[in-house]
């Protein structure tokens, strides 16, 4: 039988600490954890989870991908807790049934804000209201500008929310909460709704969207505009496809979007990713074509998609591993 010295023409060396920056196809033994380890390249897949109790669109989620909470859309105040094979009905959130909320946090302390009240007086709403892992509670703080399909990222207490569409036409509005009240912030470069969200308070990523410039393939549905905690600035890079209302998740620097509604007409399956500096479109696209869906994740190799439009309203929760060299632990079996 073959060794691996005969096969790589070097020895399996043993650490007490997985190696720094270990390469592609190095190998290494961890002596504290007594396994053998290696990187190895993960390719990028979609795979079916479990499905919504409730099947609708026009909602929002947070979390990651074995953890993630969705709230309101379809016109009803339904919310669900997954936990990486299936989804729990929750209580409802409180108040009247909203579409379209921005919902950021973890499935142990979620915020939700704003969105559209379908039940009279029907319109975008302002409200603010705290998930705590077990029930929704209204807070005293309101929204500036109401509106619903705003962009959002951030935490339960410290979140940022953009855009967004209300009575009067597309916001370009930002604003800040800090567990208490909502600030006004430096304005969006172009007003949009129905954008892909990504990051955190002081670190955003908004892209793709409805803008009010221009009917079609408007060219501003694949701007990307950056967060810096204070102002908004235009990147040199944009998404590849014109498209609104897609799914996403991930940081500033390694963000992904799925899916949403074609400007041509349909929906798409397409994936993109972002590694900081360029999107490029993932050989991995989603088993069902849809928009407006609820999207969540940490970076640009680990996400989730829930709900959308196909067009009818969709249960499918789908799963998405990006494209990246990874560390495995190897087994003798």
Do not use: H
């Amino acid at each position: 039988m073959s060794t691996f010295k005969e096969i790589a023409g070097r020895n399996i060396r043993s650490y007490t600490t997985d190696p720094d920056n270990p390469l592609e196809g190095q190998m290494w033994y961890n002596q504290t954890s007594q396994v053998l380890k290696g990187v190895v390249f993960q390719t990028s897949s979609w795979v079916s989870g479990g499905n919504l109790n409730t099947a609708r669109s026009q909602l929002k989620g947070c979390g990651t991908k074995t953890a993630m909470l969705v709230a309101g859309g379809g016109g009803s105040t339904a919310s669900e807790e997954y936990d990486g094979s299936s989804w729990t009905t929750t209580p409802n959130v409180s108040g009247p049934p909203i579409e379209a909320a921005s919902v950021v946090g973890t499935t142990s302390a979620a915020l939700a804000a704003a969105g559209y009240n379908v039940n009279p007086p029907v319109g975008p709403t302002n409200g603010t209201q705290y998930w705590n892992g077990s029930s929704w509670s209204t807070q005293g703080g309101t929204l500036l500008v109401a509106g619903y399909a705003k962009g959002q990222a951030g935490t339960q207490t410290a979140a940022i929310v953009w855009g967004g569409a209300y009575s009067g036409g597309i916001s370009s509005a930002t604003e800040s909460w800090n567990g208490s009240s909502w600030t006004a912030g430096n304005v969006l470069g172009s007003s949009m709704y129905y954008s892909g969200s990504a990051g955190v308070q002081t670190a955003a990523l908004a892209f793709g969207g409805n803008f009010p410039a221009l009917p079609g393939t408007d060219p501003g549905r694949k701007v990307v505009q950056s967060w810096d905690g204070t102002s908004w600035t235009d990147s040199p890079t944009s998404i590849n496809n014109y498209r609104q209302g897609t799914m996403s998740g991930g940081i500033q620097t390694a963000a992904f979007l799925t899916g949403g509604d074609n400007p041509a007409g349909g929906f798409y399956s397409q994936t993109e990713v972002y590694d900081g500096s360029s999107w490029s479109i993932s050989p991995a696209s989603l088993a069902t074509a849809r928009g407006i869906g609820a999207g969540a994740g940490v970076s640009n190799i680990s996400g989730i998609v829930a709900g959308g439009n196909t067009p009818a309203n969709s249960n499918a929760t789908e799963e998405f591993t990006g494209a990246a060299f990874v560390t495995k632990t190897f087994t003798t079996s």
